[in-house]
T-cell receptor
Framework: AQTVTQSQPEMSVQEAETVTLSCTYDTSESDYYLFWYKQPPSRQMILVIRQEAYKQQNATENRFSVNFQKAAKSFSLKISDSQLGDAAMYFCAYRNAYTGANSKLTFGKGITLSVRP | DSGVTQTPKHLITATGQRVTLRCSPRSGDLSVYWYQQSLDQGLQFLIQYYNGEERAKGNILERFSAQQFPDLHSELNLSSLELGDSALYFC???????????????FGPGTRLTVL
């Protein structure tokens, strides 16, 4: 079974600075997807970024980028120029590449990010 | 706004009761997933439907059941409720064949269930 580990329960960053959130995962599959979701106080789950395992290039979405290390099974999220609105819980999630059954998301426990003004 | 809707937003009920949570997926999405988020268990997958058929089951209790209707909306039924069933229940959808990308799940706002 696949597992996702987010070992840091909390992190803090100064506004306008850069922060990196860590995630590791375990799988025996070679093709899969990885995601970061943001859950602000409203509790809505918002997709931040998506990475396809077969792509070597790291995904980027505006101020958000990932460092995907397939061999190390590591998938960290970098937030640049942090803003107060980035304060939220962030979840790392794994999904196998099979498009049929068992395409569920497996989530890590999440990390709470606070942004200091 | 993800395009996924869930009703109701909040639900307060008593132990032993039965409730139904409703989800409407994004327009064109064929897959619906249900997840439970609780403090002690985190985010856990319950069940998946694809175009009306059950595709996968996760940690779903026998007291819980779900279905997906011909118009693709889905309902999650929770019966004989216990205090421990209090949680945030999310619906997510994906797999719109007209959009090519089928791997990303978009979440609804969730239904907060409180069992007293």
């Amino acid at each position: 079974a696949q597992t996702v580990t987010q070992s840091q329960p909390e992190m803090s960053v100064q506004e306008a600075e850069t922060v990196t959130l860590s995630c590791t995962y375990d799988t025996s599959e070679s093709d899969y997807y990885l995601f970061w979701y943001k859950q602000p106080p409203s509790r809505q789950m918002i997709l931040v970024i998506r990475q396809e395992a077969y792509k070597q290039q790291n995904a980027t979405e505006n101020r958000f980028s990932v460092n995907f290390q397939k061999a190390a099974k590591s998938f960290s999220l970098k937030i640049s120029d942090s803003q107060l609105g980035d304060a939220a819980m962030y979840f790392c999630a794994y999904r196998n590449a099979y498009t049929g059954a068992n395409s569920k998301l497996t989530f890590g426990k999440g990390i709470t990010l606070s942004v200091r003004p | 706004d993800s395009g996924v809707t869930q009703t109701p937003k909040h639900l307060i009920t008593a132990t032993g009761q039965r409730v139904t949570l409703r989800c409407s997926p994004r327009s064109g999405d064929l897959s619906v997933y249900w997840y439970q988020q609780s403090l002690d268990q985190g985010l856990q997958f319950l069940i998946q439907y694809y175009n009306g058929e059950e595709r996968a089951k996760g940690n779903i209790l026998e007291r819980f059941s779900a279905q997906q209707f011909p118009d693709l909306h889905s309902e999650l039924n929770l019966s004989s409720l216990e205090l421990g069933d209090s949680a945030l229940y999310f619906c997510a959808s994906s797999a719109n064949p007209r959009q090519g990308r089928t791997d990303t799940q978009y979440f609804g706002p969730g239904t907060r269930l409180t069992v007293l």
